[in-house]
């Protein structure tokens, strides 16, 4: 009896050692995470509906914003720059959104702003992002209650010229020079990212 009673004391502090560690983890990510989003800027797209033909519509606005962007903040040095680029072309992105919708035949209004936007983790390629909140260049096309497209503007990860394409390699050199060594594992090595998270799922 006395046995088992330190055995089941003794699983108790492996249990509240292991939660402990993980929390500090979950800490560590949360902060790397913060820091990330501060290092880049993300591009979303929000589809009028789930209808095929909006959703090509959203499509057919990522490529034409997209691959303008690309040539806009193609020599640009930081993220500030890259933010002061999108806010001082803002009309002419919604100018060329509308104009693909007008052009498909669609009457909706689009909208584009730098805004504050919860995204969830999404991995491009070989890297993976953390779920937080990040700045974005948000593009709503009517009623924004489609499925909606995401990527990073800063640094380019989505476009190579005037097609839309996860840029693995410029994207691999791009984020080393923005992100620390810790921020850059922790997108590069995204399986045992979402494990560490799933196991703290399992304990909360």
């Known amino acids: 009896m006395q046995r088992r009673k330190w ?9 509240v050692m292991l939660l402990a560690l993980l929390g500090m983890q979950y800490v560590k990510n949360q902060r790397i995470q913060e820091q990330i989003a501060g290092k880049v800027l993300r591009f979303h797209v929000l589809a009028n509906s789930d209808t095929a033909e909006d959703q ?11 691959s303008r962007m690309a040539e806009l903040l193609s020599d640009v040095p930081d993220r500030e720059a890259c933010e002061q680029v999108v806010e001082a072309h803002l009309p002419e992105i919604a100018e060329t959104a509308q104009a693909v ?20 983790s999404k991995t491009y390629g070989k890297f993976t992002f953390p ?3 990040y700045e974005a260049l948000r593009v709503v096309i009517g009623e924004g ?12 990860m989505c476009f190579r010229g005037s097609v839309y394409e996860v840029v ?9 020079e923005v992100l620390t060594p810790d921020e850059y594992e ?18 909360r």
């Open 186 to 203: 922790s997108i590069f090595d995204s399986g045992k990212y979402e494990i560490k998270l799933k196991i703290l799922d399992i304990f």
């Open 56 to 66: 090509n519509l959203k499509l057919a606005v990522r490529d034409a914003v997209g």
């Open 131 to 133: 779920a937080g909140k």
């Open 145 to 156: 209650e489609g499925h909606n497209w995401w990527c990073v503007l800063y640094p380019n």
């Open 7 to 15: 055995i089941w004391y003794l699983l108790l502090g492996m249990n």
């Open 101 to 120: 919708v007008r052009e498909a035949g669609y009457e909706y209004e689009v909208h584009a702003a730098i805004e504050e936007t919860e995204f969830p």
């Open 168 to 176: 693995e390699d410029d994207a691999k050199e791009n984020l080393k």
